[in-house]
């Protein structure tokens, strides 16, 4: 499982811990690096906006990923996702939730870049004895532009 550790607590607070994470997914997920997303949520959920899970553990979010993004010729989505207007707030005392705006890019060659999908993730983030981790992530979406190029099997 990736985790934020708490060893770097010294420089960073666990708003800087959570922000990492969120990153890490960005950069994850743009590289097509599906099976790297997953570990990010190996003890954790995805779910939409209800509450409904969709996976559950590292495996299980990879496949999603995998099974419903498609990857072009150099193996990626050919993507830039933007994690904005983060709102940080504390449940109890080793947990944190995390309200932000999304934006994704996408372009291909012949395709110029352009906004394909913006929403909002709810993330819940718990701090365990290696560090904070993802426990579940929420999602709604409230924008699409053109998916064609990204939804879909993967190659």
């Not at 811990?17 to 990010?40: K, P, Q, S, T």
Request: net charge negative; glycine share 12%.
């Amino acid at each position: 499982m990736v985790r934020e550790t708490v060893a770097s607590s010294a420089v960073l607070s666990a708003g800087d811990h959570v922000r990492n994470l969120l990153g890490r997914y960005c950069e994850r997920i743009d590289a097509g690096d599906f099976d790297g997303v997953g570990a990010l949520f190996a003890g954790g959920v995805l779910a939409d906006e209800h509450g409904t899970v969709l996976a559950a553990g590292d495996e299980a979010v990879a496949a999603f990923y995998a099974s419903m993004t498609k990857r072009h010729d150099d193996g990626t989505p050919r993507t830039k996702h933007l994690v904005v207007d983060t709102v940080l707030e504390p449940d109890g005392d080793a947990a944190v939730v995390a309200r932000s705006s999304y934006l994704v890019l996408q372009a291909l060659d012949g395709l110029p870049l352009q906004p394909i999908i913006a929403g909002r993730y709810v993330d819940r983030f718990e701090l365990g004895a290696g560090g904070w981790a993802f426990a579940e992530r929420r999602f709604v979406v409230d924008l699409t532009g053109d998916l064609s190029h990204h939804l879909g099997f993967s190659r």
